[in-house]
């Protein structure tokens, strides 16, 4: 691994400054991605500013929405009372993220930062446009069973592979920042971006730019919600594909409101609205979810080994509302 | 996001990046003033308590109850800080990226994979390695189940798996089967003494002993 120099601020501010005035630095919070591609060489950042000293840990109950600092970890976010009681949809991506050793170490700030798996990002002796422009994309003719059905590029065609942060987009939650310039809310539709012609960049962040805290807003969806992953083991591997479902329901079982996200099919976490809107005044019913399904599936494109996608998409859609209604 | 290509270069040793970094390094000024391996954070202009330029850097925490005060490189993790600088072999290298969980230890009493930070960042933590489990000659209870019900087979998964079996009971997520082998899914098992290892942790648990 490349040496660096370590700083470990204990305020915000200097923390800022240290990234922003220096092109080379970068945060580290769980370190449970950064170090892992240090290691490999895919980031070589040239100093490291540990933010684990400033205060960022609270999870604040307030009126209305939770506001979750971005230090505290994936493991105590799973387990909080409010948590769990408020925002259920959430605390189920959380636990089916990584493993319990790592939700330990893993902060909210650095799951929604953590980058692709993609396996040519990850190798530096491919091409990959992502980790170093102007390279090529390997995956595109390359083995692609991983990779996006939407929202891709000819530059890249990779994945988003946070679960927390499908919960977080179908939840509609605001980023809390903190940069150079000063404090900024952001939409969480709009942290990530999709790669068009600049893959290097994930996220419309700026140099410099710090996550305080996710806010989730308070929403009717504290009963009939389900978070569905579909992985190749049991456990502790990531998302072929998943679906984040939320349904708000009357007492003559029909949707009064729905909230859906997949996961592991585009650069972002991957809202349905369209979908979402063709439940709404209908009843729970597998019919619904199928017609719902079919919109949310309009404009995906597969290449040569994710056509499976194509199919799972759909039925683990209909999967993830059926259960989300059937909680009892 | 700091990216450098140049690290892959045959050629380009760490000195050759050491250097280029120093002509670029605002702090060289201060290194000249400051000499020896701190860089005190008032020279810098920031409230930084500790900053180095490729030095070693200053590092006190306890394992096994036992206090360290080191000066490491803060490219060492802490995995590799326990085995190569205090020689604590237990804790075994599976993957070194997080993947497998044989270097499970715990931080502050939370089980955390150590292959994936670096000894630096746990300044002022108390540190608990498989070696510092037993009472002396007196086996933890979770190890005691190990041996009894058979939960390894090379034993090279062992440490991390009896590590995170402790914690997993102490976590509360040690009430059924199904709970056990979700929360243990860290911890990969080559040999496949899978089935064994919930055995143990569900004696352990339904014992009802402190762990
Ligand atoms: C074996 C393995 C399996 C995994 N499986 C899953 C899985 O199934 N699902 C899943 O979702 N994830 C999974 N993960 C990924 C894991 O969730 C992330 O590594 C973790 O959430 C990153 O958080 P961190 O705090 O450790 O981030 P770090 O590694 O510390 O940081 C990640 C990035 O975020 C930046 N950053 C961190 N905090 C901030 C902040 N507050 N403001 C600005 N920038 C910041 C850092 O600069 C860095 O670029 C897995 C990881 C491993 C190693
Ligand atoms: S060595 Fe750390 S998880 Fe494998
Ligand atoms: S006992 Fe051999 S790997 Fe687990």
């Known amino acids: ?328 | 996001m700091a990216m450098n290509s140049e690290h892959d270069t045959p050629g380009t040793g760490p000195d050759e990046a050491r250097r280029s970094f120093l002509k670029q390094s605002s702090l060289l000024t201060a290194m000249a003033l400051v000499p020896g391996p701190l860089v005190q954070a008032a020279a810098a202009e920031l409230d930084e308590k500790v900053a180095a330029v490729f030095e070693k850097i200053p590092l006190k925490l306890e394992v096994n109850g036992v206090k360290h005060k080191v000066s490491i490189e803060p490219r060492t993790t802490l995995l590799d800080f326990l085995r190569e600088n205090l020689n604590l072999t237990g804790t075994k290298k599976g993957c070194d990226y997080g993947q497998c969980g044989a270097c499970t230890v715990h931080v502050d009493g939370q089980r955390v994979n150590s292959c994936l930070s670096f000894a630096v960042m746990h300044e002022g933590k108390k540190i608990t390695t498989i070696e510092g489990l037993a009472q002396g000659d007196k086996l933890h209870p979770m190890q005691e189940a190990f041996v009894k019900h058979d939960g390894f087979q090379c034993g090279y998964c062992t440490p991390g798996q009896i590590m995170s079996a402790v914690a997993c009971i102490r976590e509360g997520k040690a009430d059924s089967e199904g709970e056990i082998r979700e929360y243990m899914s860290g911890n990969i098992c080559r040999c496949g003494a899978y089935s064994n290892i919930v055995a143990a942790i569900q004696e352990v648990k339904g014992g009802g002993q402190k762990v």
């Open chain 1, 1 to 328: 691994m490349n040496q660096f120099q370590y700083v470990r601020p204990t305020k915000q501010q200097a923390a800022i400054d240290a990234v922003a005035k220096d092109a080379t630095a970068t945060f580290i919070a769980g370190g449970t991605n950064l170090v892992d591609l240090m290691k490999r060489g895919v980031m070589t950042p040239q100093k490291l500013v540990d933010i684990n000293r400033l205060p960022l840990t609270r999870i604040d109950a307030d009126p209305g929405k939770l506001r979750i600092g971005a230090l505290a970890l994936n493991s105590t976010v799973a387990d909080d009372k409010q948590v769990r009681e408020r925002q259920p949809l959430l605390a189920l991506a959380l636990n089916a993220g990584a493993s319990a050793q790592l939700r330990n170490m893993a902060t909210v700030g650095g799951n929604m930062l953590q980058r692709t798996r993609c396996s040519y990002f990850y190798d530096t002796t491919m091409p990959c446009n992502k980790r170093e422009p102007g390279t090529g994309c390997g995956a595109l003719e390359g083995i692609n069973r991983m990779h996006a059905i939407f929202g891709f590029s000819d530059k890249c065609i990779a994945v988003h592979p946070s679960d927390m942060s499908v919960a977080l987009v179908a939840l509609d939650a605001t980023v809390q920042v903190s940069g150079p310039k000063g404090n900024r809310s952001i939409p969480f539709a709009e942290l990530h971006r999709l790669p068009g012609d600049m893959p290097q960049k994930d996220t419309t962040l700026e140099p410099g730019e710090l996550i305080t805290a996710v806010d989730v807003p308070d929403g009717p969806f504290t009963k009939h919600v389900h978070y569905q992953k579909v992985r190749e083991r049991a456990s502790y591997a990531f998302a072929l594909l998943s679906v984040a479902a939320a349904l708000d329901l009357d007492s003559n079982n029909n949707i009064k409101a729905a909230r859906l996200a997949m996961g592991g099919v585009a650069h972002k976490p991957w809202r349905l609205t369209a979908a979402e809107q063709a439940l709404v005044g209908k009843p729970a019913t597998e019919e619904s979810f199928r017609q719902a399904a079919a919109i949310a599936m309009q404009g995906a494109k597969a290449f040569q080994h994710n056509a499976y996608k194509l199919k799972l998409g759909p039925n683990t859609i209909i999967q993830a509302l059926k259960t989300a209604a059937s909680v009892a």
